[in-house]
């Protein structure tokens, strides 16, 4: 099993929609784990970061499920702008300090 | 400010050049990341600095060189590349005891003739 699986997409969505992004790990260990966001040519930006059940910001919310070991991103109200790529990031094993990055899941929001 | 900068953004070089990338953040963040990110794919962790100091080096080439002078810079020297070393090359640097959460600066596009 890879460390940090995602579904690669493209989700395409209509403007307003709700979407989800699953992202599944292999570390059982793992305590923290965060949500990039990466515009196509540009570097990634932390969205949010998720060291308990859960965490919500504004329109987005991201759940974790330790006994599934899996994440979701959810994206309400989606607009034009949220297209980019959602890259999920799990830490690597406690000490080393380096992020495994998820190969991504691609969101293009359509009008 | 909570910025990182990268220069340059764009580097051409052929495959016997000697040249070096640049990454600053003035945030007082000590630790210090080097990324290459391929086309469509994930960013790839290539050397960590935790306090000037090298903590990881994810078995990259010798042909890369990575230096940190000191708390603010980090630089990434190149030698002998080859054309499959084209790519994004990413610096981000982070808060000790907040390693995860990183700050990204927009990158080097390297192409290697």
């Known amino acids: 099993r890879k460390e940090v699986e995602q579904d690669p997409g493209p989700f395409n969505v209509p403007e307003g929609a709700t979407v989800a992004f699953n992202c599944t790990y292999s570390n059982s260990a793992s305590q923290s784990f965060f949500w990039y966001r990466q515009d196509c040519r540009k570097e990634p930006k932390l969205l949010m970061s998720?060291?308990?059940s859960g965490n919500e910001d504004g329109r987005f919310t991201a759940q974790l499920n330790r006994a599934s070991q899996y994440i979701s991103l959810l994206i309400r109200d989606s607009k034009l702008s949220d297209s980019a790529t959602y890259l999920c990031v799990v830490p690597q094993d406690t000490g080393r300090r380096a992020l495994t990055f998820g190969s991504g899941t691609r969101l293009q929001v359509q009008p | 400010d909570t910025e990182v900068t990268q220069t340059p953004k764009h580097l051409v070089m052929g495959m016997t050049n000697k040249k070096s990338l640049k990454c600053e953040q003035h945030?007082?963040?000590?630790?210090m990341y080097w990324y290459k990110q391929k086309a469509k794919k994930p960013p790839e962790l290539m050397f960590v600095?935790?306090?000037?100091?090298?903590?990881i080096n994810e078995s990259v080439p010798s042909r890369f060189s990575p230096e940190c002078p000191n708390s603010s810079l980090l630089n990434l020297h190149l030698h002998a590349l080859q054309p499959e070393d084209s790519a994004l090359y990413l610096c981000?640097?982070?808060?000790?005891?907040?390693?995860?959460?990183?700050?990204f600066g927009p990158g080097t596009r390297l192409t290697v003739t």
């Open positions: 945030m007082g963040h000590r630790a």
């Open positions: 981000a640097s982070s808060q000790p005891g907040r390693s995860y959460e990183q700050y």
């Open positions: 600095y935790s306090y000037e100091k090298l903590s």
């Open positions: 998720v060291y308990s």
